[in-house]
């Protein structure tokens, strides 16, 4: 048994099949002792709550605001100060001796927590690494790469890598990346630990199937069409011009629906472009609680996934999941970086092309409507391999492994 303390920006109250959730259940499944931070931003009006259950605490407590449309000051210093304020609120609530830290990005300053924990306890630190900031914003043409506020965000990278004993990231390119760009630190502190979740049962997915007449029709979703589904953030990282760019060629398509669940900066200029031009064949629904997003998909045919064709550094959206846990082939147009196009096309599950290539991505649709079949075997290939290298159980043995090596396991 160990004690954890996990810290993430992402914890849903009705979780389950979100990365973070997830894992922590299966923490507190093999008997590990978890304590979960998590903030709470100031726009949702709540109070600070703690809630304990069995090897469960989970805290969820004030902040600022840091997502969506927020003042750009306040996102900002919510950002900078974030680990500072981990580090308050562990000193104040969750003094206790843990055998590991895991914190997950974003945001990237952290190092504060992992200073402090480190120094009183010995604590062993490991950071999920989800984004690397601050080149992902460089390569949205958010920061410049010689400004002030780029370096400021590098340097606090710098130090988050020093005081993280390992970083689990997402992908093999990932590390090729963070080596290339921090010849410093020894190659060993980086390792893969993949998106995983702990996959629905068969059965609960064929009774959500069951309903996907209905759900249609209360979505007002075509019956016999095949939709295509993209479930996430909204925001410039998915190449929002590409999708600007496939609506007006995608409505003249036949035999298939394309739609939108979410939120995100862009989301209000993509419902009312959808809006304004009247697209018959393409539906935008606001985001939904999980179970609710579960049914939608159920109903659905083809999962989407969009990224930014600038980008430099490999991103594997964990959206993606759902598709494969629903049995569902994955469509992705994304940068010609980025691993996830080797990673659906080695092992069968999907199409890809580039996030600057419309007809090439029109093509892909066309394959699927064509051919019902190919849905059919890449979905059930999509939903083997999660099963097999994308289950929750993968990445809590990654993270685990690196106690046991340590020797930092406190005696019961």
Known sequence: MSRVLFITSDYPEDGKGNLYYDLVSEFVYNDNIVDVIVPQERKYKKKNTMLKSNNLTVFRVRYLNFRGKVSVIE??????????????????????????????????????VFQYVKKKHKTYTYLLHKDIFPQSAIDLGILKHKSILYKFFRRMESRLYDKSDKIGVMS????????????????????????????????????????????????????????????????????IQFIYSVLPEFSKMIGAHLLFVGSGNEFDNLKNNIIENKYENVTIISKVEKSEFDMIVSACDVGLVFLDYKFTIANIPSRSLTHMEFRQPIIAATDEYTDFRDFIIYNNIGLWSPSNDVSAFLENVKKYIENKSLIKEQGENARAYLEKNMNTKISYLTIMKNLHKVGNLHEE
Do not use: M
Not at 80 to 105: E, M
């Open 75 to 112: 996102k900002g210093i919510a950002t900078i100060i974030q680990g500072h304020f981990y580090k308050w609120i562990v000193k104040k609530y969750f003094n206790n001796k843990y055998d590991i830290v895991i914190c997950a990005t974003l945001p990237i300053s952290y190092r504060p």
């Open 172 to 239: 093999k390119k990932n590390i090729d990346y963070l080596v290339l760009n921090n010849p410093r630190l020894p190659i060993n502190k980086f390792e893969i630990c993949v998106n995983s979740i702990i996959p629905k049962a068969v059965h609960e997915i064929a009774t959500l199937i069951e309903s996907r007449k209905t759900t249609r029709k209360k979505y007002h979703l075509p019956i016999e069409d095949t939709i295509f589904i993209y479930g996430g953030n909204i925001s410039r990282a998915q190449g």
